[in-house]
């Protein structure tokens, strides 16, 4: 019986960490350095398309085949996250994610 509830237990969090807001930060950016727009708004909000689209029609994003997402520190506070993050260049950035209907989307606004 304690098999069966450990066993139960393990697959809730490797399932929960799947889709947390980490990993979603790191398909949103590893998706978007491979050039893969349609891929990389499965993982953003509505606004955050808006945007992707934008800037796809100005001629797109530089694909970056050898973009390596690595997290440094995460803050969750309710249905908000912010990830940092850096490449392989060493150069840091953050990434804001929303929670919407328990799934985490990557936020970004124009006004930002």
Do not use: R
Request: glycine share 8%; proline share 3%.
């Amino acid at each position: 019986m304690k098999k069966i509830v450990l066993t139960a237990a393990l697959s809730v969090l490797l399932f929960s960490c799947s889709s947390g807001p980490e990993s979603v930060a790191e398909k949103f950016t590893e998706n978007l350095a491979q050039g893969k727009i349609e891929e990389a708004k499965k993982y953003a909000t509505e606004s955050t398309k808006s945007m992707l689209d934008l800037v796809n029609g100005f001629g797109g994003f530089p694909v970056d085949p050898d973009f390596e997402f690595k997290a440094e520190k995460d803050s969750v506070v309710g249905n908000k996250a912010w990830i940092t993050f850096t490449n392989q260049k060493g150069e840091e950035d953050v990434i804001e994610l929303v929670k919407i209907d328990g799934k985490w989307l990557v936020h970004m606004e124009a006004d930002k």
